[in-house]
């Protein structure tokens, strides 16, 4: 698959239950081996929580400019796992069924990788996350 937003978090962002800017928004890297994300039939973190590796904190500097959505770069601590496929960006409602996913990324510098215990530093792509087009 390549890197999609993820129908039901579309649908979340056009009925306005996300505001991008003012929530908990983050990621969780995923093991394929686990879990395989489908962006149009999962909905809530929970249909990915088998393949989770890791979670971020939430993201912080974010910016809707132009219709693209952007963050500063996120360090998670203490990667240890199976090899991670792909960083899922999520809405955090404080439940797994309830935190709509949005963003799914699997092709970008370094997916996949291999934990080895250490940190991991998410470098957002210069021109953004994504763009709603």
Partial sequence: ????????GKK????ADIDISASNIKFVFTDHGAD?????????LDDISAGTIATSGNLSSKTTTGGTFDAADETV???????VESINI???SGAAGTSPLFVYIDTGTGLPFTPDGGNRTVAW??????TWT
């Fill in 1 to 8: 698959m390549a890197n999609a937003l993820y129908t039901i």
């Fill in 12 to 15: 979340k962002f056009l009925d």
């Fill in 36 to 44: 395989t994300p489908n962006t149009t039939t999962d909905d809530f």
């Fill in 77 to 83: 601590s203490g990667v240890t796992g199976a090899t």
């Fill in 90 to 92: 999520y809405y955090d």
């Fill in 125 to 130: 792509h210069a021109t953004g996350i994504f």
